[in-house]
């Protein structure tokens, strides 16, 4: 079943925060909007919940952390422990001012690396992705706001016109 | 072909397989057949017939070249598999094995060496039937090893040997050769012209026997010179004690030594001497000996003195006449009228103490001059030192050459008297300062004959080149000393189609070839007795009580000190002197000895003009280090009597003002790729062999620059006092810790020995814990442990342009410091600035006082090695034993390592030593590299290697252990350091067995550590070096 | 909404609007070269070429072919390697610190410094492995059993420390850097006309829209990529210092160098952005984003950390000679006097005494001089890490070895390669990538943009 979509091109980004409180305001669903640059408070605007990627990143940290103890615990005290500068091989902890480099390195390798593989796959980017905005101006000043219409599409057209909208655009989507 | 032995003779053998101090033979003990253990002793494997027979049965006998591809084959097997990268390699594998080799097991054979000059009675290690590792044979207590017999297994190996005999240049068959010598020499004979043998001294018995039948069948005569010649000395005993031999000297019984520029360290008659001096200077036994020492050039010997003077080489006799007087008037003798030595202080002091220790005092004198010998003697009878110090009744034979014969020699061949002349390990073209003369007068002779090794300068001037073997190669023997009867047998097959001089002269004689046989029958009729031929070539050497009658002094000396007396004024003097290395240059194209540095200048690869600091500033001589810190000098054309040389000039501390040394032994040619054209000869300053020259003139070349090779290039400690800790005997006495204070440092728990301040527990010492412990006072700095390191360690050659890039390999390297005029107090006194301080600290001690002290380092093992913690894929760890282990093909080469090692004992692959036209040293070359050890890897490219303590002779002594069922033996495992060092300066062994010697010597009061402010903890210890010198005095 | 002081110079000047930083910004990719920019770069290959020759004769001779000896076992091969890594600090930093604090002038720079640090980077990795003398078994320093089994590497050793932080240090800010970029290329990319232009672009975007949940994960992200990468930036100096810090070499052993180079690591780093952004305003003519205000800011930084490594130098001459170990007391009175003595004072005039010109605003806002002084400073850190490794080295503990060291021809050519190895990268870097951060940069346009300001 196909829908229709209302796309209203904006040119400034305080407007289309305002645009996007007022529509909201009228207990209008805003489906998406397509900006050149982040716009600070349109996510709350658009009733966003907030990212837990920072959670994420901590948690890959830990692993990280983890891994690496456990890999030099094993390589260097369990499987063979050699005597190298009279130093001990006799427990993690006598060893582990020796381990604290590489420890806090791969910290931050798992949690840095993690993250980003996780936020590419949450916005579903990849190489090779085809997916543009409805208006490819929206890389440069245009601001796009894209709203379902269910056989409202004139008052959402007035709508938007009223909160300031360029131009404003009725597509279908198979 | 084995000789019949009787029950008897298996009996004597058997016992003789009980000796166990023969380490190597312990393999033979296993050999359950006494067939084959008769056949190891006789190394009857050997073809002796093929190759001793006559030429036809030699090129029918296939069996020497079939040996020589077998040994081949293992030298390149023992090369790839020690390359860590080297491609792989065919082995070619054992045809028929011989049955006394077993792959990997060593055989060791007593024999002898004797190349005119050194002697030394030799254990040598076989490895698959290639010799590659010789030791003092311990049963022989007499002569010894030195650098140059250490190197000597290379020249077996030393591709510029001839491999067939030459006629007039051309290779020839021997058949060819002997017929047309034969022709020759008769044809001499009937023409009633001379047929002259001549040769360096002789001590071989059967040798000259078959000289003397082969004199007689041609009427030949046998002359015999030595290149660093005695004659003087010996003229000089046949006047004050009507026998022209020389003594055995006994510095083991010396309380005070005199020596008037006789380098005995060094090569001043017997390489024994060393190990007699070192046993006298231990400062425990409290009658250290004294050392004063008078000579021109800074010898190993002064060095090591305990008060030397610098003499102007030309002032030296009169110093010794005012020796002789003071003695005299103490002796109530007549003095001799002669005016006062500028040197008068050092010598009233010496004289004093000669005094003191009458009967157990010793004077001893270098130089080729026969009245400084006489009076030598005479001041040695005054104090009676005589059968106590100078033994007559042991004399020794290795020097019975008389100079004046050779000049004879050459002006009969110019009056054409001379029908024919062999040379028989002699190279008068080179080392007669007449060389070229002896040259254009061979033009003269009809018949000449070299037995030369290789086309050397003499050799390829002669009609007929018949090669002798090496002495690995041959049978033979010798009688160094009064009742010393040494045996010399052949280790390997010989290499290339040569023959041995003995069994030239045989054939030539009628005699046959087989010399072997003609030793053994000799010692059966003439020297042992009823000893077993197999037990004397077993021990290698067999002694008897026969001893020389003593002899009286009788003789005056009032012309020979009138002599001495006469000064040369202010003229230039020249003092020719051999290197501990090179020698008189027999062996200038071993590479080993080459590369060693000297141990005074610490220079490779060169001679060169030693001059005093202050006279070359006169002069306006200078040298300078260049951006990567190498050595840079002037050039001098040197004149002396009338011959001019290019000269590098090298200022040298401690050098006598207005006195130049200059080596001999370099300018070969025709020696080989390694030897030849390496520096000048300064033979042809040798007139009548003469060493010292006065009215020498130097002329600096303009804009000329030599390169010096040199591994050292900073030469004092900088007031690092603690590097090389000194003392005074007396002081020692009163307190063996002194000069060895212990070092405190400052810890919250009050002041703790470095050692003590650690942070984390110690690993377990259970199993062994090797420490080596050098003593600083048996250490004369003569370089014999370099060498076997180097032999044992496949440790390679890079050559001058890499010394001058300070990329040395030497695994074990002996530090040479000078003291310097400014110290720590000084500054302190005349308020120095801390600058300026340092600045004067760089420079050596220009005073007379100068101080020189020696100190071998290799790696220190160190228990909290630096090293180890910073290599980054554990290529470098420590073994439970205490040992620093380096895993070559681990090593990736980042040379963290390296810059962190405090000691700086650590040596990087720059290149490919092996296999590159680069380095064609001797690890480039097929027949060079069957002297590697093929229990050491030879290591490629970019990996870092060090002193491993030889780690796999241990192995080799725990394994043996193990087969045994027994526990490892006190100083049992040792190194090759530790085996070629005969003064006893480097005691190795497990410091976990109190039996052993290095417990003992770590427990030593003067026992310190280097460094040990760095808490490194190494496993090596130094002994603190005792002076015996008044207090005022150091 | 951000506050700030009515009176602050505007970031972006002559009234740029959304549109014509997307021009300005674009014009690069989709124009042509210049001649400045040809002659650069072919300027920039050949050196590379020569290095990487060297390096070719290195890898296939051996170490022998550099001037190092049995004494110095580094010298330029570490020195450039630590250099190099110092460079490479200041665009995370930048990018990293500056986000954390909030400091918008960051924005028209942060691209090309971020570019800077990981081509600077690469050009150290090189150095780690080549000066190796077996370079073919690198991989012999990867956490990984050799041949026969449980040979481990030894995690004792700063320079197994070094392998993990550079390898995270250069990988991190290569997706720090390139998830700033995703947005610039969608922009690049629907601007494309060249169907192949657009491919590429196409891919190298991922496929992004400017969704505003995407923007606020894109958000989130950056901030804690920062907050991971500010840490990192210190660590990764602070380790390579250990390699000397924790020897025992005179010179080397010496608790104050972590501060102490990351401190000089921002220095050169900062100099290195001046000297390539002076460059870059001009060629491709951003001198509306890269203004004045950037270049003092800039400026100051250098200034303030080239104070902190001139008391660096001053504590460590104090320190030993407080400390009272002749050794130590040596090897820096060596370092003044001795035969190096020229290195010493170059390395102060330059890094000690230069930067202090930076007090005066006439000089911290000459375009001129500040070109002048980012050169010399460059200049100054490549001495202070020669000075550090060789003088130290080449008289330590026994005097016996004592030598020294002249760099051959190889040891020249392999540091000029991966120079012109860099610029190889960045000239190319900036005909193709967009060279600000135009989104982020477009935050700003009406809080710093001028127009506004009137």
Redesign the interface.
């Known amino acids: 079943m196909s829908k229709k979509v209302i796309y209203g091109v904006y040119d400034d980004d305080d407007v289309i925060l305002q645009a996007v409180k007022d529509i909201r305001a009228k207990g209008i669903h805003v489906d998406e909007v397509y900006s050149p640059f982040p716009i600070h408070g349109l996510d709350h605007a658009l009733g966003l919940k907030p990212s837990r990627l920072a959670i994420a990143s901590f948690i890959y940290g830990c692993i990280g952390l983890s891994l690496g103890l456990l890999m030099m615990w094993y390589m260097m005290i369990q499987d063979w422990p050699q005597i190298i500068g009279g130093k001990p091989n006799f427990s993690l902890l006598q060893n582990l001012p020796a381990f604290v480099p590489i420890a806090f390195e791969l910290t931050v390798f798992f949690a840095a690396h993690l993250m980003v593989i996780t936020y590419l796959m949450r916005c579903k980017l990849y190489p090779g992705s085809s997916e543009t905005s409805p208006d490819p101006r929206t890389t440069d000043d245009k601001f796009l706001m894209e709203i379902e219409a269910h056989g409202n599409e004139a008052d959402l057209i007035a709508l938007m016109k009223e909160t300031g909208a360029q131009e404003i655009k009725e597509e279908q989507i198979a | 072909m084995v000789n019949v032995t009787t029950n008897l003779e298996k009996e004597i053998i058997k016992m003789a397989t009980k000796k166990t101090y023969f380490q190597g033979l312990g393999e033979l003990v296993n050999n359950p057949e006494l067939e084959k253990f008769q056949k190891d002793e006789f190394a009857e494997q050997l073809p002796t017939e093929a190759f001793l027979g006559d030429d036809e049965k030699l090129s029918e006998s296939s069996t020497s070249r079939r040996d020589f591809l077998k040994f081949l084959g293992f030298s390149t097997a023992a090369a790839s598999l020690a390359a860590c ?1 080297a491609p792989i390699q065919k082995v070619i594998p054992f045809v028929v094995k011989p049955e006394e080799t077993i792959a990997g097991e060593a055989n060791w054979y007593a024999s002898s060496f004797y190349d005119g000059n050194d002697f030394a009675s030799l254990l040598i290690k076989n490895r698959e039937g290639r010799p590659i590792f010789l030791k003092t044979n311990d049963l022989c207590d007499k002569g010894g090893i030195n650098a140059r017999v250490q190197a000597s297994v290379l020249n077996l190996y030393d591709s510029a040997r001839l491999h067939t005999p030459l006629a007039n240049g051309e290779e020839a068959s021997w058949s060819t050769i002997d017929a047309s010598i034969v022709k020759g020499l008769n044809a001499a004979k009937e023409a009633g012209k001379q047929v002259v043998l001549l040769s360096s001294t002789i001590i071989s018995p059967s040798t000259k026997a078959v000289i003397k039948e082969f004199a007689s069948k041609y009427n030949a005569k046998h002359i015999s010179y030595d290149v660093l010649s005695a004659s003087a000395m010996l003229d000089a005993n046949l006047e004050s004690y009507g026998t022209r031999t020389l003594p055995t000297y006994h510095f083991d019984k010396a309380d005070v030594v005199v020596s008037f520029a006789a380098d005995f360290l060094g090569d001043w008659l017997d390489t024994g001497h060393g190990k007699d001096y070192a046993t006298k200077r231990n400062p425990k036994a409290a009658t250290m000996s004294r050392h004063f020492q008078f000579e021109s050039n800074l010898s190993m010997t002064g060095a090591n003195a305990d008060y030397r003077t610098p003499v102007k080489a030309s002032e030296m006799g009169l110093a010794l006449v005012n020796l002789y007087n003071l003695i005299a008037t103490k002796a109530g003798a007549s003095t001799v009228n002669v005016a006062t030595s500028d040197y008068s202080t050092q010598i009233q002091k010496a004289a004093n103490d000669l005094w003191k220790a009458k009967g157990k005092s010793l004077v001893v004198a270098g130089g080729n001059d026969k009245n400084t010998h006489l009076v030598v003697n005479a001041i040695n009878d005054l104090l009676s030192n005589n059968d106590s110090t100078i033994d007559f009744t042991k004399r020794s034979n290795l020097k019975q050459g008389i100079d004046a014969d050779v000049s004879t020699l050459i002006s009969d061949m110019n009056a054409g008297k001379v029908g024919a002349v062999i040379a028989y390990n002699v190279n008068p073209v080179y080392n007669l300062a007449q060389g070229s003369e002896f040259a254009s007068a061979l033009a003269k002779v009809d018949l000449s004959v070299s037995f030369a090794e290789k086309k050397d300068e003499t050799a390829a001037v002669m009609s007929f080149v018949c090669p002798d073997h090496n002495y690995l190669e041959s049978w033979g023997d010798a009688n160094p000393y009064t009742g010393i009867n040494a045996l010399v047998q052949p280790t390997i097959n010989p290499l290339f189609n040569t023959r041995q001089a003995q069994s030239s002269l045989m054939t030539w004689t009628g005699l046959g070839a087989d010399f072997y046989s003609y030793v053994k029958n000799y010692w059966n009729n003439n020297i042992l007795g009823s000893t077993s031929w197999n037990t004397a070539l077993h021990d290698g050497v067999f002694m008897t009580s026969d001893s020389e009658k003593t002899v009286s002094y009788k003789g005056s000396i009032s012309s020979a000190a009138a002599a001495l007396a006469k000064l040369s004024g202010d003229s230039i003097d020249l003092v020719l002197y051999s290197k501990t290395g090179i020698g008189s240059g027999e062996f200038a194209n071993n590479p080993w000895l080459q590369e060693l540095p000297d141990p005074i200048t610490k220079n490779t690869w060169d001679n060169y003009l030693t001059i005093s600091p202050r006279y070359a500033k006169e002069l306006g001589f200078e040298n300078e ?5 190498a050595l840079n000098g002037d050039v001098a054309d040197l004149t002396v009597n009338g011959v001019t040389l290019k000269v590098p000039v090298l200022i040298q501390p401690g050098q006598a003002y207005k006195t130049l040394g200059l080596a001999v032994g370099y300018g070969r040619n025709g020696v080989g790729k390694a030897g030849d054209g390496i520096g000048v000869n300064a033979f042809v300053f040798a007139n009548n062999f003469n060493t010292t020259h006065s009215g020498a003139t130097l002329v600096k070349v303009e804009n000329t620059v030599h390169e010096f090779a040199s591994t ?9 006092d603690r ?1 090389v800790k000194e003392t005074t005997l007396e002081a020692f006495l009163n307190d063996p810790t002194s000069g060895n204070e212990q070092m405190m440092l400052a810890t919250h728990k009050g002041p703790k020995a470095p050692e003590k301040v650690t942070l ?4 377990d010492r259970d199993v062994h814990w090797w420490n080596l412990s050098i003593d600083l006072n048996s250490c004369t700095g003569c370089g014999a442990c370099v060498i076997a390191c180097h032999s044992e360690n496949n440790v390679p050659v890079v050559g001058k342009q ?1 010394i001058r ?4 390999m030497h695994w074990l ?1 002996i ?3 000078y003291s310097s005029d400014m110290t720590a107090e000084s500054a302190e006194e005349d308020d120095v600035s ?2 300026d301080k ?1 600045l004067a600290m760089e420079v050596a001690s220009t005073s007379e006082t100068l101080k020189v002290v020696f ?1 071998p ?1 290799m790696c220190q093992h ?13 290529a470098t ?4 034993e205490g040992l620093n282990h380096m895993t070559y093909n ?7 390592c ?3 090692c ?3 004992v ?7 030593y092996a296999d590159n036209e680069d380095f064609d040293f001797y690890l480039n070359d097929d027949l060079g590299k069957m002297v590697l050890n093929p229990d050491v890897v030879v290591r ?5 290697e060090k002193c491993s303590m030889c780690v796999h002779m241990l192995q080799k002594v725990k394994l043996d252990a193990k087969k045994d069922g027994r526990k490892l033996r006190a100083d049992e495992a040792q190194t090759a350091c530790s085996i070629a060092c005969d003064t006893g300066a480097l005691t190795f062994g497990d410091v976990l067995n109190e039996e052993s010697k290095v417990f003992t010597a770590s427990k030593d009061p003067r026992a310190y550590h280097l ?1 040990e402010e ?1 808490n ?2 190494p496993s090596v210890w130094y002994q603190t070096k005792v002076r015996n010198v008044t207090e005022n005095n150091i | 909404m951000h506050y700030e002081s009515p009176i602050r110079e505007p970031l972006i000047l002559q009234d740029k609007t959304l549109h014509d930083i997307t021009e300005d910004v674009a014009r690069p990719i989709e124009g042509k070269a210049n001649k400045y920019w040809w002659a650069l770069f072919i300027a920039a290959l050949l050196a590379f070429m020569w290095g990487a020759g060297c390096l070719a004769y290195t890898a296939g001779t051996g170490i022998g072919v550099w001037g190092l000896n049995k004494t110095v076992g580094w010298a330029w091969d570490i020195t450039n390697f630590v250099w190099w890594v110092g460079i490479g600090h200041a665009g995370t930093l930048i990018s990293a610190v500056l986000l954390l604090f909030r400091q918008k002038w960051r924005l028209s720079i942060n691209r090309s410094a971020e570019a800077m640090t990981i081509f600077a980077v690469v050009q150290a990795g090189l150095f780690p492995i080549f000066h190796m003398g077996r370079p073919w078994l690198a991989y012999f320093v990867l956490p990984l059993p050799n041949n026969f089994g449980s040979l481990w590497v030894n995690f004792n050793s700063p320079l197994l420390w070094d392998v993990f932080a550079i390898s995270t240090y250069l990988t991190v800010s290569l997706v720090f850097w390139y998830m700033g970029l995703i947005p610039d290329f969608a922009m690049i990319r629907d601007r494309a006309v060249k169907p192949m232009a657009k491919k590429i672009y196409t891919i190298l975007s991922f496929g992004w829209s400017g969704k505003a949940k995407h923007w606020q994960r894109f958000e989130e992200l950056s901030l804690v990529l920062a907050g991971l990468a500010t840490p990192l930036v210190l660590s990764v100096h602070t380790i390579v210092s250990m390699d000397f810090a924790t020897s025992i070499i005179p010179g080397w052993h010496t608790t104050i160098f972590p501060p102490y180079f990351v401190a000089g690591a921002i220095f050169s780093g900062f100099a290195m952005v001046q000297t390539l952004l002076l460059v870059m305003r001009k060629v491709v003519n951003m001198e509306a984003y890269i203004t004045i205000k950037h270049i003092e800011y800039m400026n100051i930084v250098i200034m303030v950390t080239g104070s902190i490594v001139g008391v660096a130098y001053i504590t460590e001459l104090f320190i030993a000679w407080y400390s009272g170990v002749e050794f130590e007391q040596y090897a820096f009175l060596n370092r003044a006097t001795g035969p190096y003595w020229w290195a010493y004072w170059s390395m102060m005039t330059c890094n000690v005494i230069s930067p202090q010109f930076m007090w005066f605003k006439k000089l911290r806002t000459s375009i001129a001089f500040t070109f002048f002084i980012s050169i010399v400073v460059n200049i100054g850190m490549w001495f202070e890490r020669f000075v550090i490794i060789v003088t130290s080295l080449h008289r330590d503990y026994l005097p016996s070895s004592w030598t020294m060291f002249s760099p051959t021809f190889v040891d020249i050519g392999i540091f000029v390669g991966t120079i012109g190895f860099f610029f190889v990268l960045f000239l190319l870097y900036a005909r193709t990538f967009p060279v600000i951060a135009q989104a982020e940069l477009k935050t700003i346009v009406k809080s710093s943009g001028s127009q506004n300001k009137k």
């Open positions: 990268e280090n260049v951006s990567n810190g050292q290039l900073h030469h004092t400690m900088m007031g690092r590097i984390w527990e110690e690993h890499e890039n300070s990329r040395d390297r530090d040479r410091y801390t600058i340092f100190q380092v160190c228990n909290h090695a630096p090293c180890e913690t910073v290599c980054p894929v554990a760890s420590h073994s439970r681990r090593c990736v080469g980042t040379r963290y390296a810059n962190n405090p000691y700086k650590r040596r990087f692959n720059w290149f490919n490629s490219r970019g990996v870092m460094l760095l490194t903890q």
